[in-house]
């Protein structure tokens, strides 16, 4: 290796302080299922989500009618990077409405803080807003993905009978209770957690055939499967 190499130390350790901070991903459940108080002993967190969402990534992509206009390794940035505003703001549901409304202005301030003046920070939260604005192919690809996977989980935690029937959620989860759609739905006849993500989550890729046949085949498919064994 080179001997006059010249390491920025200082620079350096503003991204080691960053992944530091980050490490509390590791630990922070995903709201979703504390929000439906999904019965398990232990929750997804954050970090979880985003390999999740990596590794789901890396085997559709292949399969991807429209690859060739997708560059995935900027779609694994997006990825990587697009919780990491959870550091600070924590993680907000969708069914938390006051602050759902008010997250992406709070999320999009803490990119800027955690970033601050680290020598890539301009690029990186241009490539985080190019994420939710998901008007681009690559961050459509990721921020469907981003929804996919959280479908996914859900239909898991419910293949293990981990979700109780919608009346329960709306009975003992108050920020279930309080959600108007939610509640429109029980009305109407939906009685499972399933039915309110299938019916209602699919919206920002019900244009995409592709991630529509993702959909129906979770929505079809029994997820708790277990790793096949070894032949001797």
């Not at 979880?48 to 890396?58: I, N, P, T």
């Not at 550091?87 to 549901?93: E, R």
Request: charged share 35%.
């Amino acid at each position: 290796m080179s001997q006059n190499i010249k390491i920025d130390t200082e620079v350096l350790k503003k991204a080691v302080r960053l992944s530091c901070i980050l490490d509390k991903l590791k630990t922070l459940e995903r709201s979703g299922w504390t929000v439906w108080k999904v019965d398990s002993e232990r929750l997804e967190s954050v970090y979880e989500h985003v390999a999740d969402a990596l590794m789901f990534a890396a085997l559709i992509y292949p399969l991807y009618p429209y690859k060739d206009q997708v560059n995935i390794d900027r779609v694994n940035e997006m990825l990587i990077k697009h919780e990491m505003g959870e550091a600070v703001i924590g993680d907000v549901p969708v069914t938390d409405k006051e602050r759902h409304d008010n997250k992406a202005d709070a999320e999009h301030r803490a990119w800027l803080l955690l970033l601050g003046d680290l020598p890539y920070a301009k690029e990186d939260y241009d490539l985080l807003m190019e994420f939710d604005e998901h008007k681009t192919p690559d961050s459509r690809f990721a921020f469907f993905v981003d929804k996919i996977v959280a479908i996914k989980n859900m239909k898991r935690y419910y293949d293990e009978g981990k979700f109780h029937d919608l009346q329960w959620h709306i009975r003992n989860c108050e920020k279930v209770r309080e959600n108007t759609m939610i509640q429109k739905m029980a009305a109407d006849g939906a009685e499972t957690a399933a039915d309110v993500w299938f019916d209602e989550e699919w919206a920002p890729y019900k244009d995409d055939e592709f991630f529509m046949a993702v959909h129906r085949i979770l929505y079809e498919m029994d997820t708790n499967i277990k790793p096949p064994e070894l032949p001797d």
